[in-house]
């Protein structure tokens, strides 16, 4: 099992960080399908449905993931776990940050002592604070392709810029996520590439270490036969545009 309990904490060269998702993609991404995966409808994945207590976390395809991932700040991305989530809901998994997972309608589940997830009702305040920016409010000179969200680089001890943010591009099968600013005025400041996926991308999260400039990110991709929980520990001393 690759991810870890909340109380669990490892280092990572400078930057000591929580070994677990941080982690977030807006309700139009496309379905993927499960291991369990019959086609199962959102009410079935309701809050208190008896099917999220099937859910399960496992090891995901760690070098499927490496190898689907290119990353352009080689010198501040680590990839870290690694999982993948299955049972017949596990195609509505939107998002997830640390310990907490997001199904398509802000359904909530957490990871407990067992490193297993576990229903925990609705949280459409949490959900919505992962999604920072929405579409129609997209980088105007970001690059080609569907902005789908960008998520807030909180700051940790160290603190960061304030209005710094990651956002997601999908282009065809393809996503992107970029680094850029966003002043109190509404002004952005310049996207500089981070990763590309060959595969798409439901969202990005955003956890910062307590003692460093750095934090996990986590992402959500679709891959063939499995939704992947990416975590990639980044390192960002500088601010994240310039």
Do not use: N
């Not at 090891?59 to 991305?77: I, P, W």
């Not at 576990?118 to 604070?129: E, I, K, L, M």
Request: glycine content about 10%; aromatic content about 6%.
């Amino acid at each position: 099992m690759s991810i870890r309990t909340p109380r669990l904490a490892c280092v990572l060269g400078v930057a000591a960080v929580l070994c677990l998702p941080a982690c977030a993609s807006g309700e139009r991404a496309t379905a993927a399908r499960a291991d369990a995966g019959e086609q199962t409808s959102s009410a079935t994945c309701s809050a208190g449905a008896p099917a999220l207590r099937e859910l399960r976390l496992s090891s995901g395809d760690a070098a499927g993931a490496r190898d689907s991932l290119s990353l352009a700040a080689k010198d501040q991305l680590k990839l870290g776990d690694v999982s993948r989530l299955q049972g017949a809901c596990a195609r509505e998994l939107q998002a997830f940050r640390m310990a907490d997972l997001y199904l398509s309608g802000a359904v909530a589940l957490r990871l407990g002592e067992d490193g297993q997830p576990h229903p925990a009702g609705d949280d459409a305040a949490a959900y919505r604070a992962l999604f920072a920016i929405g579409p129609q409010q997209a980088h105007p000179e970001a690059p080609a392709g569907e902005f789908v969200m960008a998520t807030r680089v909180e700051a940790g001890a160290l603190g960061t810029q304030a209005g710094e943010f990651v956002g997601l591009w999908r282009e065809a099968s393809a996503s992107k996520l970029y680094a850029f600013s966003r002043d109190a005025a509404g002004r952005f400041g310049a996207a500089r590439l981070l990763l590309d996926s060959r595969l798409p991308l439901r969202s990005v999260s955003y956890f910062p270490a307590p003692d460093s400039p750095s934090g996990r990110l986590g992402l959500v991709q679709e891959a063939a036969g499995e939704i992947r929980l990416i975590s990639i520990d980044w390192f960002h001393p500088r601010p994240t545009s310039h």
